[in-house]
């Protein structure tokens, strides 16, 4: 059990519609860290977030946006989905950035747009 | 094209036997991490490789960074079926505004 956790574990939407995947990380991590897994492009870099501020962006759509609260939870919204956001979503912490401490991934939530 | 790259795709070995996957990177990186990953499960951090020339174990998985070449390696001997799964680098590349990139992977079986 790597300490992160995410829920729901599973989502079936329809195209159009909007979801919400959430994110609790380690006791102790500040920085958050949002990835999409899917069969062709492999693990792409979404977002990070660091002590509730937005630290680094990667290769997130514009319908995607995400947040970390007060409590260090993260959330991330999906709109306006389409059928190739079909995906495993992963959120990971660490105590600082990647340079010097291990990323430590939750289970992740598997998104069926249908 | 692929930031990093790992060869081989796949591997299927019969238990008992040693293997090799490599991590190549196109550009400087900072730091290497190994991760294994079950189908459909979460990343398990097996080891963080950060200087020229080091070397890290465990169990029977040894990894090695090779800074010059930018290059890692991940042994294992004597594989297992617990071996069995998707091996996974990533690393903190020049001009990665510090993200950590993922290569696609390695998904190794075991034959008992």
């Known amino acids: 059990d790597s300490g992160v956790t995410q829920t729901p574990k599973h989502l079936i939407t329809a195209t159009g519609q909007r979801v919400t995947l959430r994110c609790s990380p380690r006791?102790?991590?500040?920085?958050v860290y949002w990835y999409q897994q899917s069969l062709d492009q492999g693990l792409q870099f979404l977002i990070q977030?660091?002590?509730?501020?937005?630290?680094a962006k990667g290769n997130i759509l514009e319908r995607f946006s995400a947040q970390q609260f007060p409590d260090l939870h993260s959330e991330l919204n999906l709109s306006s989905l389409e059928l190739g956001d079909s995906a495993l979503y992963f959120c990971?912490?660490?105590?600082?950035?990647?340079?010097?401490?291990?990323?430590?991934f939750g289970n992740g939530t598997r998104l069926t747009v249908t | 094209s692929q930031e990093l790259e790992q060869s081989p795709q796949s591997l299927i070995v019969q238990e008992g036997k040693n293997l090799t996957i490599n991590c190549t990177s196109s550009?400087?990186?900072?730091?290497l991490y190994w991760y294994k990953q079950k189908y459909g499960e979460g990343l398990i951090f097996l080891m963080m490789?950060?200087?020229?020339?080091e070397e890290k174990s465990h169990e029977k998985i040894t990894a090695k960074l090779d800074e010059k070449k930018q290059q890692s390696s991940l042994h294992i001997t004597a594989s297992q079926p617990s071996h069995a799964g998707i091996y996974l680098c990533?690393?903190?590349?020049?001009?990665?505004?510090?993200?950590?990139?993922f290569g696609k992977g390695t998904k190794l079986s075991v034959k008992p």
């Open positions: 490789l950060q200087k020229g020339g």
């Open positions: 550009k400087t990186l900072y730091g």
């Open positions: 977030y660091y002590n509730g501020e937005e630290r």
């Open positions: 990971a912490s660490s105590v600082s950035g990647p340079n010097n401490s291990p990323l430590h």
């Open positions: 990533g690393a903190v590349l020049v001009g990665s505004q510090g993200n950590l990139i």
């Open positions: 006791s102790g991590d500040l920085s």
